[in-house]
Nanobody
């Protein structure tokens, strides 16, 4: 199993910054196929579908949603992933979920952390 612990959400004024962190603890045996390939962040606002925000794979390739390009930056250190969020907008208000995906395709989610941006 993979257990994810997130931190760093909160309330910030528009234009401000926040940094999210997510650490993965792996409690089972790890043949190569079970190691973590991709980590990243999704978000879900009330009444909306969960959407990808930023992902980073084991080759350090990054992908970002169009809405956050140039404002958010993802970084990763082994099984910990960070999301630096600058120039925050009220539209960024959501619950942010950490994702870990193994080479096998198995996915694990964090409990979510609230980010609220006031106008």
């Amino acid at each position: 199993q993979v257990h994810l612990v997130e931190s760093g959400g909160g309330l910030v004024e528009a234009g401000g910054s926040l940094r999210l962190s997510c650490s993965a603890s792996i409690t089972d045996q790890m043949p190569y196929s079970q190691t973590i390939h991709t980590m990243g962040w999704y978000r879900q606002a009330p009444g909306k579908q969960r959407e990808m925000v930023a992902l980073m794979d084991s080759s350090r390739r990054k992908s970002y949603a169009e809405a956050v390009k140039g404002r958010f930056s993802i970084a990763r250190d082994r099984n910990t992933v960070f999301l630096r969020m600058d120039s925050l907008e009220p539209e960024d208000t959501s619950v942010y979920f950490c994702l870990a995906r193994r080479w096998s395709g198995a996915e694990y989610w964090g409990q979510g952390t609230q980010v609220t941006v006031s106008s």
